[in-house]
């Protein structure tokens, strides 16, 4: 991508300077703002967030996680722990840098692709107030400022062949945090390769030098592969779990089939297209329910990408209803309607440039980079489903294609943007909307009712844990190993916790001797081990509930709130302030069955960001 704008003059040079400074400033403060908002309503995150930063508390030992499960995001916050070692500060720190990092880096690009300041502001703004920066998981963030900043690198560089290797490489690196951007990186190689191919052609003398290029990028990318793995590789069968899962949820939506899609997506499999295991065989077992399912998402994907974007955080809409106009509303529509609607005025005003512009070096380059970014986007939207975390990098792209458009149509008319480019005018209307972004943050806190009226049940759970001092129970370097069937709750309780996931229990194990063989120390006793597929049919479950002393356990409650956890009658002889209390009766959740499922499913993949069980074992290196 060519550098969008021409040198200052030594007169614009200050001006300049100060607009790009009100507008990072405005983007730096909005972020923080609106992080600091989210931390206050958002509970910590279980299931698969919980799974990733478990990983990366393995790392030391058990080294880098399967390729196919994003290791990029576990080495992410590998280093993260070392800015905030407790786990729960590691969780709300990452959640509020990469909020500011993505804006910040996406004001960046658009300004690169041609935008004026204050509408890269806008455009900044409008992603940074949508639900994009606040989907769960958070590795497609990361693959997101990957990407952003490889594509700010290559929009530095004059040589078509410079850039395309530097955005090759950001995307390979993107691909260890989100698999389905390998599919962008071969198709930036493919397209390397051409150049490569017609620089030779065009001056066979270089030779030498075209093929020392290809090969250094080569040799880094098969670098990368060897130390990080091939996210491709499909060692645990990971996208056809993706398709059988959201296949099951299309088709339980469609016909009311009586299952629960997300842990009994292989029935739904089985009764549909028979014994198969990937797409192409589905396809062709039975074409029709095939074609069905990708018009169903088809038919989602217009609806889930405005409210992806059109959204803010939570899915609150900008508009009023019937309550009266708020500054938050009016400053969120404000900026949506400049950042769209004004590139998209300028495109239907000059339409007759458009063919013209769409010839021109740097916006050709800013056309092939959207393509194969939004590429496995396309094809996981139409595939799999239209979910939040394929639609994150789709807003900004179009953004920045649109305002690579608009420029080149527009340019060399005398019109009051041209005139508002730079000096004063550029200074006033930077400060105007650097003000309108600031007050268009909503006060999260605030409008969920007040501090007293946030709860965050995980968060309480780990800090009630935490209250007890199980620590001084156990000497130094041991650990204490809780039964987790919440999906990650013990993550967060940090050392010396240890997680032992349910899949962990042998098939045809008893209960008793699963506790033995775990030294487990610590259960939650709130009905989730009875939803649990390994444990539902176990004899010795209920008898665990209701004598827990007779397996070696005595019952504590955790205080202030109402559950009890189980931990071995020694701790609880040594606490005489702590007496047995009965069990609480809690709600049960629907257990799902599980019968046949497919192999290597990991839990908390599900359409309700990871609430529900999983149903298979995860791969060794997971546990």
């Known amino acids: 991508m060519d550098t969008p704008l021409r040198p200052p003059t030594a007169q614009q040079r200050l001006p300049a300077f100060l607009v790009e400074a009100i507008c990072l400033a405005a983007l730096v403060l909005a972020s923080v703002k609106l992080g600091r908002g989210v931390e206050g309503v958002s509970d910590l995150g279980l299931w698969d967030e919980a799974d990733y930063l478990h990983r990366a508390q393995l790392l030391p030992v058990r080294g880098l996680p399967d390729p196919e499960w994003g290791p990029l995001y576990s080495v992410w916050y590998f280093v993260l722990a070392r800015v905030w070692p407790d786990p729960v500060d590691l969780y709300y720190g990452n959640a509020r840098l990469l909020l500011l990092l993505t804006t910040v880096a996406g004001y960046v690009f658009l300004r690169r692709v041609s935008a004026r300041p204050w509408l890269a502001l806008a455009g900044a703004a409008a992603y940074l107030l949508s639900m994009a920066p606040h989907v769960l998981p958070r590795p497609t963030l990361l693959a997101l400022l990957v990407i952003l900043a490889a594509l700010i690198a290559a929009s530095r560089v004059r040589s078509p062949v410079a850039a395309s290797a530097l955005v090759g490489l950001g995307l390979l690196v993107a691909s260890f945090a989100r698999p389905e951007y390998f599919l962008s990186f071969l198709l930036m190689s493919a397209l390397l390769g051409g150049l490569l191919a017609r620089g030779m052609w065009r001056a066979p003398a270089r030779w030498p030098r075209t093929v020392g290029a290809g090969a250094a990028y080569g040799l880094m990318a098969l670098a990368l592969v060897a130390v990080m793995g091939n996210p491709f590789g499909n060692t645990s069968n990971r996208r056809f779990y993706a398709f059988c899962q959201h296949f099951a949820d299309n088709y339980v939506r469609r016909t009311g089939f ?342 290597a499913m990991e839990p908390g993949m599900s359409a309700d960001a990871g609430m529900r069980p999983g149903c298979a074992r995860l791969p060794a290196p997971h546990l």
């Open 258 to 599: 009586p299952v629960n899609p997300w842990g009994e997506c292989g029935t739904v499999i089985r009764t549909v297209f028979g014994d198969v295991d990937t797409l192409g065989e589905a396809a062709r077992a039975h074409p029709r329910e095939f074609l069905a399912h990708l018009g169903q998402n088809l038919r989602r994907y217009p609806l889930e990408s405005l409210r992806m974007f059109a959204r803010g955080y939570g899915g609150v809409s900008p508009l009023p209803g019937r309550g009266p106009w708020r500054r938050e509303e009016v400053g969120h529509l404000l900026l949506l309607a400049l950042a769209v609607g004004l590139p998209l005025g300028t495109l239907a005003v000059n339409g007759r440039r458009l063919s013209r512009a769409t010839r021109r070096p740097r916006v050709v380059r800013v056309l092939v980079a959207a393509c194969a970014v939004l590429l496995p986007v396309a094809l996981s939207v139409v595939l799999i489903q239209p979910r939040q975390h394929y639609l994150v990098l789709q807003g900004l792209m179009a953004l920045a294609v649109l305002a690579a458009l608009a420029s080149s149509v527009a340019r060399g008319e005398r019109r009051l943007e041209a005139r508002l480019a730079s000096g004063p005018g550029a200074l006033a209307l930077s400060s105007l909307m650097a003000g309108v972004l600031v007050l268009s943050v909503p006060d999260l806190v605030a409008r969920g009712g007040g501090p007293s009226a946030v709860v965050k049940e995980q968060l309480r759970r780990v800090r009630a844990i935490r209250s007890l001092g199980l620590e001084t129970r156990v000497t130094a370097g041991d650990t204490i190993n809780v039964l987790d069937a919440q999906g990650g709750l013990s993550v967060y309780l940090g050392a010396p916790f240890r997680r032992v996931p349910p899949w962990t229990k042998l098939a045809g194990e008893s209960f008793s001797d699963y506790l033995r063989r775990q030294r487990i120390d610590l259960v939650v006793l709130d009905g989730r081990l009875r939803a649990d597929p390994r444990f539902a049919n176990e004899p010795e479950l209920e008898p665990f509930y209701s004598e827990p002393g007779a397996f070696g356990y005595a019952t504590w409650r955790l205080p202030e709130l109402n559950e009890v956890i189980a931990l071995p009658d020694a701790w609880a002889a040594e606490g005489a302030r702590r007496s047995v209390l009965p069990l609480p009766e809690p709600p049960v959740p629907a257990s799902p069955r599980c019968e046949g499922s497919l192999p």
